[in-house]
C-alpha cells in the first residue's frame, strides 16, 4: 500500500450486497476495521463471512457497496488487485504445492523475473527475516508434505506477509490445530497485530473470538448484526446475536448413571496402505453413558468408527453385549444394526446420505427391509413418506418436506434427518462422528439433546468430534485418541482443556 | 554378435526411439500441467500427414516441418478447448481426436493425391538429410569410442539432436524458471496457482501449446526423416507407447530419455531378428519381437515398475471454488 494516511481505518466496507440467483449472500454490509486490530468475524454457517471474504480477496465481485482499504476506495477485481493491495488470505483449506519445498511454495506467483534461482535466494533472506521477526520459524527447505498441519498454515501466513500483506485474513484457521497449535497461532498473531499488521479472523468458535479478538462483528443471514469491543461482550451475548434468540451454551444433562458394559474393545488394530492406522486400541463403553473420543483428525478415529460401522476391516476383538464382532468384512453395516449399532458416519454427505435422492429415499436407507416399509416384495412408498413426515415433525426438520432431494436441505437439517432415521430405533450403541460439523448452533443444541435423550434411555454413545469443546461438554468420560493410540481415558467433569490438549499433542504425563 | 552389429542397433534405436522420446517429452509438458493427453497419437498422425505433404508439394522438408507443427497445435487447441475451457473429459477428447486423426489423414492424402491414402515419396531437400558429426571419420580409429561416436552418434537428421537437446532443456524449463515452477504447481493444486493471482487456464494452455509443438516435430520426423513420407496409420501406437515411457520415466526427463531408448531398442531388435536368434540360439518369429515393445507397453501400465506418482491434479479439470 503507498502511503496511507495513518488514521484511515485498514478496511472499510460500505453497504457491500451480493447476490447468487434468489439467495441474498451480503446485504448492505457495513464495517470499519481500525489499523493494528484483531478483529473476529462470527457468524453461522451460510450467514455470509465467507462470501464478504471472498470479495475482500477479489474472488467475487460485489453487486453493489464500496471497499475502502487504508482510506481510499480499491478496486479488487481478482486476486492479484487484492494482493496488490496488501490483502493476504489464509484459507481454512491451504492452498499449498504438496511436493514443492516451503520456499518455492512462498515465490510461486511473486517471482522476481524468469530464473527462478534469483528468486528463490531472494526469498530464503527475507525468509529469515519474517521468521525472526514474527516468531514463525519453518524450515525453507523442507516439503509441505513433510510438514504438520500447523507449520504448513505458518508457511501461508510467511505467503501472505512475503507478498508484503498489511491486511491478513484467517478463515476458521484452527479448525486443524491441536489447541498447543492453535495458542502457539494466537500468539503469532498478536505479535502481528503488534507490529502494525491487521488480522481479520473469521471462525464461528466463541471462545476463540473471546480469546484473541479487539473487536467482533456478527453477522446472520447475510446481514451484519453489529460490531462490538470484545472486552464489553460475553459468549452468550453473541451467541443470541448469531442465531437471533437466546441458546444454551452448556449442554443440560444429568449426570450419567452407567449401567452393564455393552462394547468390550481389546487389542484392535488395522493397517491400511501399508500404514498401521490402529495400534492396539482398548476401550470399554457401557450402558448409559457418553464416550467422547478426542484428538485431531487422521489420528485414527475414524477408523475406529469404520471398523465398528462393520464398513472397515480390523485384527483385534470387540464384543458387543458379550457377543464377538466379525472383523474380517463379513459382517456389514446391516448385520451391525441387527446387533443394535447405530452409524451417524463422519462425512454426512458421502456415507450419510445420497444427496440427490429425496428426503423420504434417504430415511430408508439401511432401514429398507424392516417390515413397516414393505408390502411383500414392494417397498411401502406410502408408509415411508408418511414415517419421514412423522420424523420431520419430531426433530423440527425445515422444510418439512419429504420429497425434497437431500440437498436442497441446510447441512443441520440434512443432520437431523441422519439422526433421526439412526436414533429412532434406540439402538443399543450410537456411533456419532462429527455430529455437529457444518451445522448451525441452533441445531446442534437439538442434536446435543437428543444424543443425551438416548443417553438417558440406556443407550451407550460413541462420539467422535475434532471439536474438544464439543467432547467435552457431551461427554462423561473422554478418550484421547493420538498416532493410533488411545492415549487415556479422563472423567469428562474433572479434565480440562490443557491436559487433553497435551494428550491430543502426543504427550503422555510420564514424558 | 560383434561390436559393430551391437553399434548398428543401438545405432536404430536412437533413430527409433526419437520419435517416441519427442512425444513422450510432449506429454510431459501436457501432464505436469495436470492436462491428461491421450491424443498425443492422433497429434504425430496429422503431423506426420500434413508434413509429408507440404514437405513433397515444396520440396522443402522445413516447410514439411513448420505445416506439422501447426496441424499438430490445431489439434492440442481442440484438446485445450474441450479439456480447459469446457472442462471436459481430457479422456474422451484424446480418444476423439485421434480417432478424427486417424480418419482424416488418410481422406485426405486420398483426395490430394489419390495414392491409397499415402503421400508421394520424398526425395532431396524434402526430407531432412542426415548430418555428419565434426571429426567422426578423423576419430573413428579410437578404440571402442571412436566407432561409436561415428556410428551411433554421427549420421542422424536434425531433428535426432534437436529430440536429444529437449532433454536437458525440458529439464532445465521445468526446475529451473518462473515458467517450470507455476507449469509444475498447476499440475498439483492449481488451487494454489489460482489463489497466487496466475491464471490456470493460461498456464495449462501454454503447457497445452508446447506438447502441439513437440508432437508436431515428432510427426514431421516420421514422414520427412525416418521414412520418406506419410502412411496410414504409420504412427502404429507410438502416442501411447510414449505414454507408456512417461509413466515408466515418472513424469521426469531424464527419466523419458532412458524408457523411450529401452523402446527403441525393442523396435531396432525387431529389424534384426538374425542378431536376436545368434545371441539366444532360439528362433524367435519377427512379429512377435515387434510385438516386445507393445507387451513392455501393458508390463509397465498394468504397473510392473514399481509405484509411480502422476501429478496430483492430473485429469481435473479446474473449477474455481466457493
Not at chain 1, 198 to 222: F, Y
Not at chain 1, 251 to 280: N, S
Not at chain 1, 377 to 390: K, M, Q
Not at chain 1, 409 to 422: D, T, Y
Request: hydrophobic share 45%; net charge neutral; proline share 4%.
Amino acid at each position: 500500500m503507498a502511503g496511507p494516511v495513518s488514521s484511515a481505518p485498514a478496511i472499510e466496507l460500505r453497504g457491500i450486497s451480493k447476490r447468487f440467483g434468489t439467495v441474498q449472500a451480503n446485504r448492505d454490509i457495513c464495517v470499519t476495521v481500525p489499523r493494528g486490530t484483531i478483529h473476529g468475524i462470527i457468524g453461522e454457517n451460510g450467514a455470509g463471512k465467507s462470501t464478504l471474504m471472498s470479495i475482500l480477496y477479489g474472488f467475487y465481485r460485489a453487486d453493489e457497496g464500496e471497499i475502502l482499504i487504508g482510506g481510499r476506495e480499491t478496486h479488487i477485481p481478482d486476486s492479484q488487485a487484492a494482493i496488490r493491495a496488501g490483502i493476504g488470505m489464509v484459507f481454512q483449506h491451504f492452498k499449498l504445492v504438496q511436493n514443492f519445498t516451503v520456499l518455492e511454495n512462498i515465490v510461486l506467483g511473486a517471482e522476481d523475473g524468469p530464473r527462478l534461482s534469483t528468486s528463490l535466494s531472494k526469498a530464503r533472506r527475507i525468509l529469515i527475516d519474517l521468521s525472526r521477526d514474527y516468531g514463525l520459524e519453518v524450515d525453507p527447505d523442507a516439503l509441505i508434505e513433510d510438514l504438520s498441519v500447523g507449520h504448513q498454515q505458518r508457511v501461508e501466513i510467511l505467503k501472505a506477509l512475503y507478498r508484503q500483506a498489511e491486511i491478513l485474513i484467517l478463515d476458521e484457521p484452527t479448525g486443524v490445530l491441536t489447541p498447543p497449535e492453535a495458542d502457539h497461532l494466537f500468539r503469532i498473531l498478536r505479535g502481528l497485530r503488534d507490529q502494525g499488521k491487521t488480522v481479520i479472523l473469521i471462525t464461528h468458535k466463541l471462545r476463540e473470538i473471546m480469546a484473541i479478538t479487539d473487536n467482533v462483528s456478527v453477522m446472520r443471514r447475510g446481514e451484519m448484526v453489529g460490531t462490538v469491543a470484545t472486552a464489553n461482550t460475553t459468549p452468550a451475548d453473541l451467541a443470541e446475536r448469531m442465531v437471533g434468540r437466546k441458546v444454551l451454551l452448556r449442554v443440560d444433562k444429568a449426570p450419567a448413571t452407567p449401567g452393564e458394559t455393552i462394547l468390550e474393545i481389546r487389542d484392535l488394530r488395522m493397517t491400511e496402505d501399508g500404514i498401521e492406522r490402529l495400534k492396539g486400541i482398548n476401550l470399554t463403553l457401557r450402558r448409559g453413558e457418553i464416550m467422547g473420543l478426542a484428538g485431531v483428525a487422521g489420528n485414527g478415529q475414524s477408523e475406529l468408527l469404520a471398523i465398528l460401522g462393520g464398513i472397515a476391516r480390523g485384527t483385534g476383538s470387540i464384543r458387543m453385549k458379550g457377543r464377538e464382532l466379525d472383523l474380517t468384512g463379513r459382517e456389514d453395516g446391516q448385520d451391525r444394526r441387527a446387533q443394535g449399532i447405530a452409524h451417524v458416519p463422519e462425512d454426512r454427505q458421502h456415507l450419510g446420505v445420497i444427496m440427490d435422492f429425496a428426503a423420504w429415499e434417504n430415511v430408508a436407507f439401511g432401514y429398507h427391509h424392516d417390515a413397516a416399509y414393505r408390502r411383500g416384495v414392494f417397498s411401502d412408498n406410502a408408509a415411508l413418506r408418511a414415517d419421514t413426515n412423522a420424523k420431520m415433525e419430531r426433530f423440527d426438520v425445515r422444510p418439512p418436506n419429504p420429497d425434497l432431494a437431500i440437498k436442497h436441505f441446510s447441512g443441520g437439517n440434512q443432520q437431523k434427518i441422519i439422526v433421526a432415521r439412526e436414533m429412532e430405533r434406540v439402538p443399543d450403541l450410537l456411533l456419532i462422528g462429527q455430529p455437529t460439523r457444518g451445522v448451525d448452533i441452533g441445531a446442534i443444541e437439538f442434536i446435543h439433546k437428543q444424543i443425551v435423550a438416548l443417553r438417558d434411555r440406556g443407550a451407550a454413545v460413541l462420539l467422535v468430534s475434532v471439536e474438544l469443546d464439543e467432547v467435552m461438554s457431551l461427554s462423561d468420560r473422554v478418550a484421547v485418541m493420538f498416532d493410533g493410540h488411545i492415549m487415556g481415558t479422563r472423567d469428562a467433569a474433572t479434565t480440562n482443556e490443557r491436559e487433553l490438549g497435551l494428550m491430543m499433542a502426543g504427550v503422555t504425563e510420564t514424558a | 554378435m560383434d561390436y559393430t552389429t551391437f553399434l548398428q542397433i543401438l545405432d536404430s534405436t536412437l533413430r527409433l526411439a526419437t520419435p517416441l522420446l519427442l512425444a513422450c517429452l510432449a506429454g510431459l509438458f501436457s501432464e505436469r500441467a495436470g492436462v491428461f493427453d491421450i491424443g498425443l497419437e492422433g497429434k504425430m498422425l496429422v503431423a506426420a500427414m500434413s508434413s509429408g505433404a507440404v514437405a513433397y508439394l515444396t520440396g522443402s522438408a522445413w516447410l514439411g516441418l513448420a505445416a506439422g507443427v501447426a496441424t499438430s497445435l490445431l489439434w492440442a487447441a481442440v484438446h485445450g478447448i474441450a479439456a480447459i475451457t469446457f472442462r471436459g473429459n481430457q479422456l474422451i477428447s484424446g480418444v476423439a481426436l485421434n480417432f478424427l486423426a486417424s480418419g482424416m489423414t488418410v481422406l485426405v492424402a486420398q483426395a490430394a493425391f489419390g495414392q491409397g491414402g499415402r503421400t508421394p515419396a520424398l526425395s532431396g531437400a524434402a526430407r531432412f538429410g542426415e548430418l555428419t558429426l565434426p571429426f567422426a571419420e578423423m576419430l573413428r580409429p579410437v578404440p571402442v569410442l571412436g566407432p561409436f561416436y561415428a556410428e551411433v552418434m554421427s549420421g542422424h537428421s536434425i531433428l535426432v539432436y534437436l529430440a536429444l537437446a529437449m532433454v536437458p532443456a525440458t529439464w532445465w524449463v521445468l526446475m529451473r524458471t518462473r515458467f517450470g515452477l507455476r507449469l509444475r504447481a498447476v499440475g498439483e493444486n492449481p488451487a494454489a496457482v489460482d489463489t497466487a493471482g496466475i491464471s490456470v487456464t493460461r498456464m495449462r494452455f501454454a503447457a497445452v501449446a508446447i506438447t502441439g509443438i513437440l508432437c508436431g516435430i515428432a510427426g514431421a520426423y516420421m514422414a520427412t526423416a525416418l521414412q520418406a513420407g506419410f502412411g496410414r496409420e504409420m504412427t502404429a501406437g507410438r502416442g501411447y507407447i510414449a505414454l507408456a515411457a512417461l509413466i515408466f520415466a515418472k513424469w521426469r526427463p531424464w527419466g523419458a530419455l532412458w524408457a523411450t531408448l529401452l523402446f527403441g531398442f525393442f523396435q531396432a531388435l525387431a529389424f534384426r531378428p538374425d542378431v536376436v536368434t545368434a545371441v539366444t540360439h532360439v528362433d524367435i518369429p519377427v512379429p512377435a519381437l515387434e510385438a516386445l515393445p507393445y507387451i513392455l507397453t501393458v508390463l509397465v501400465l498394468a504397473g510392473f515398475v514399481g509405484k509411480a506418482i502422476p501429478p496430483r491434479a492430473g485429469g481435473e479439470p479446474y473449477v474455481k471454488e466457493r
